[in-house]
């Protein structure tokens, strides 16, 4: 591994470290953790600030975001990812266009790029302006240096090589016909499936209540649709994932509940409730905030059939043959979003 890009894995080893104390609320440390009380201090200020500033961003799910990086920001694992990346001897100047739709869903953009020896510009998401600085502001504090090497965009984009943007479908299409003429990475929305297959345990389906509500639900990678067994006993799965009913005490939530709800009685839908989620059969794959879709099969190879046609609109699958219930918020440093291996992309751009 050659010596810079060494220094810039332990100086996000370092960044790691700090998540972890942050995930876990620990009190400063001591010297020891490379930061001084009162910056230790200003940093949990920020974690703190996005609470206020985005309702979605509760504590809970923010410092889970902290702790799953922390648990992937380790040198062994930096190391095995760069596997094979040679020393960038043509940095490229890279803009990223951030989503916001989980605390810090943007840092894997820019922990790549930077990591890389590239340029990040980044534009931040008007939904999560606070915890990517947060990071980078650590960060920095280990690498002095590494303040040369990003900037944060305010305006239109411009004096750029390369484009990683992250939007809906509709910011998509005007992503792609925007920057048409770099090299890019553009993604649209997707959500994520279960596949059940009727002998899952207690457990694994107490799991599948964390890819279901882990961040309320609003991460590409949450299922939102099930596919099961035409004798499936929902009943099992209600009972499996009571625990998640305090999600009906969260005002955003709760309010994406009881709007679908109104809306599909008005509209004479059959649901199926329990309080706190919405089970809705329906064919589509994206279901609203507060409502999981699901979908009866007689046979898994149509089940198959189907995940083939909508592929595109698929993020990640969960069941048995798949990821196993509970992982599909616990992504690794390789598992990229829609499936398109940034560092490969990066690696191209130095030709």
Not at 223 to 244: G, M
Request: some cysteine; proline content about 4%; overall charge negative.
């Amino acid at each position: 591994m050659k010596v810079y890009l060494e220094h810039r894995i332990q100086t996000f080893v370092q960044l790691g470290k700090i998540m972890d104390l942050l995930a876990q609320n620990s009190p400063w440390p001591g010297y020891d953790c490379g930061l001084t009380e009162e910056e230790y201090h200003v940093v949990q200020a920020a974690v703190d600030a996005c609470k206020t500033y985005n309702g979605w961003f509760t504590e809970t799910e923010i410092r889970r975001s902290l702790a799953a990086w922390a648990s992937e920001l380790q040198t062994d694992k930096l190391h095995a990812w760069l596997n094979g990346y040679s020393e960038n001897n043509h940095p490229k100047k890279v803009a990223i266009i951030c989503a916001g739709n989980i605390p810090a869903v943007g840092f894997h953009d820019v922990l790549s790029v930077l990591i890389t020896g590239n340029y990040a510009i980044i534009k931040l998401s008007t939904d999560d302006p606070i915890l990517i600085p947060a990071m980078l502001t650590i960060a920095s504090r280990f690498e002095p240096e590494l303040p040369q090497h990003f900037e944060y965009a305010t305006g239109k984009l411009q004096h750029f090589d390369a484009v990683i943007a992250t939007g809906s479908n509709a910011t998509s299409v005007h992503f792609k016909n925007y920057f048409e003429k770099y090299p890019n990475i553009i993604r649209k929305n997707r959500n994520s499936v279960a596949v059940l297959d009727g002998s899952e345990t207690k457990e694994e389906l107490e799991a599948l209540g964390h890819d279901i509500f882990d961040y309320f639900g609003l991460g590409c990678r949450n299922v939102t649709k099930l596919y099961l067994p035409q004798d499936f006993d929902l009943d099992r799965i209600f009972e499996a994932i009571y625990p998640f009913k305090e999600l009906a005490n969260h005002n955003k939530f709760a309010n994406n509940y009881d709007y679908n709800k109104a809306i599909w009685l008005l509209n004479n839908e059959d649901l199926i409730e329990n309080g706190f989620v919405l089970f809705k059969q329906d064919e589509n794959i994206a279901s609203p905030v507060g409502s999981v879709f699901y979908e009866r099969y007689t046979h898994i190879d149509e089940v198959k059939q189907v995940l083939e046609a909508k592929r595109e609109s698929i993020q990640c699958v969960v069941g048995h043959g798949y990821l196993p219930f509970g992982s599909a918020q616990c992504p690794t440093l390789t598992d990229y979003a829609d499936g398109v291996d940034t560092l490969a992309f990066l690696k191209g751009l130095q030709g």
